[in-house]
Every structure is written in C-alpha cells, then in structure tokens.
C-alpha cells in the first residue's frame, strides 16, 4: 500500500509560513485525495484540509483564511503551507490519504513536529 | 464546526468489552455512515481500525466491532487486552465537505 513520508522545517519563527511536503511512494497520488491533519502534544486530532490530485482542495473553516495545499503529481507529492502561525500550530503534523466523500484516511505518515517558536 | 463528542477516557479490566461513544449530529454522524475510528498508541500516527461504521480493514482483529443509532456512533472492544490499551479517534464526513474528529477517548486496561 502507498507509503508516505512527511518532510520540512522542524522549527519556525512566529509569524512566518509553515511549509511541510508529503512524498508519496508506491501508489500514484493522482486520482486519490490527500489530507493534512496534525496534533497539537497530549491533545486530539485537528483536521487542516485535503487536496485532489487535480488541485481541488478543502480546508477547515478555522484554518482556512491561512492554508494553501497543493500538489505535484510529477513528483508524487502534495504540499501544506500556513501562514502567519504562532505558538498554538506548534504541532505534529501528518499526512495521509484520504477517499471520496472522506470516507476514511488511511494510510498516514509518520507525522513531523513543528515547533513555532523565536 | 464542534469536534465530535467522544468521553475522555473508559476503562475495563482484560477479558471485558468497552464502548467508546462518539456523539455529532444530523449534519455528520447522523447524515451519513461515513464514520471511521482510529486506534493511537503513544508517539505513534493513527491506525484505521473501522470504517464505514462498522467495515473492518484487513488484519484489523474482529474484536474491534462499530456501530450506529442516529447521531452517535460507538466503538466496541470485545476481549479487552493490554494492547489495546491506547487512545481511540472517531472521525465523520460533513455536510459542509470538511471532516470532523472527535476528542478522542483514553481507553485504560486495569
């Protein structure tokens, strides 16, 4: 099954853009929707948005004035950047494939941390 | 959107079964059966145990059972073990396109 690998700064300044890449590797990742998703430590599961292979993308409402997603299918990866973030996106950060109508997500990388922080 | 409601934490002794419930409304749980959950050990990603309500990936033991009554879903674990003890995330599709996770529950084995 596909294999997914998060990579990117492991630490940003507060109110720079949080960048993070998700390599994909035995699946294509076009066809497929693909998720960002991340997990502030010792709390629950926050849902960013996920991206179509075409470029169609979701965001979360809270998120949303702050996220671009997108995708690279020559490279068979897909992209998060947040804007403007602060202490409280400090936060492991996964990717993960998602199906239609987000019926489930599976399978998940192993998730990066992000630490904002001066 | 509010995260979806799922309590905090359930406990059992090994050999019992729990219930996790995870409560939303007729705008997700209750509209669609597109209810997922997912088993979390310690600084490990999340692993889909049900989806679609009540399907079961491959290799998933059949311990796991989900079910669904209106705008609450529920994850039981039959057989309870040491190593299923972990935190559990429900997770729905929305009317509005975007998907929810509950809260998450801390299952503990006594």
């Known amino acids: 099954q596909a294999q997914l690998r998060e990579s990117g700064p492991g630490l940003v300044k507060p109110s720079e853009t949080l960048s993070l890449t998700c390599t994909v590797s035995n699946d294509s990742i076009s066809g497929f929707y693909w998720s960002w998703i991340r997990q502030p430590a010792g709390r629950g599961l926050e849902w960013i948005g996920r991206?179509?292979?075409?470029?169609?993308?979701n965001y979360s409402p809270s998120l949303k004035s702050r996220v671009t997603m997108s995708v690279d299918t020559s490279k068979n990866q897909f992209s998060l950047k947040l804007s403007a973030v602060t202490a409280a996106d400090t936060a492991v950060y996964y990717c993960a494939k998602d199906r239609d109508y987000m019926r489930w997500v599976d399978p998940w990388g192993q998730g990066t941390l992000v630490t904002v922080s001066s | 959107q509010s995260a979806l409601t799922q309590p905090a934490s359930v406990s059992g002794s090994p050999g019992q079964s729990i219930t996790i419930s995870c409560t939303g409304t007729s705008s997700d749980v209750g509209g669609y059966n597109f209810v997922s959950w997912y088993q979390q050990h310690p600084g490990k990603p999340p692993k889909l145990i049900i989806y679609?309500?009540?399907y079961r990936p491959s290799g998933v033991s059949n311990r796991f059972s989900g079910s669904k009554s209106g705008n609450t879903a529920s994850l039981t674990i039959s057989g309870l073990q040491a190593e299923d003890e972990a935190d559990y995330y429900c997770?729905?599709?929305?009317?509005?396109?975007?998907?929810?996770f509950g809260g998450g529950t801390r299952v503990t084995v006594l």
């Open positions: 997770s729905s599709h929305t009317s509005r396109s975007i998907r929810l």
């Open positions: 679609d309500v009540h």
């Open positions: 991206i179509y292979s075409s470029g169609i993308a």
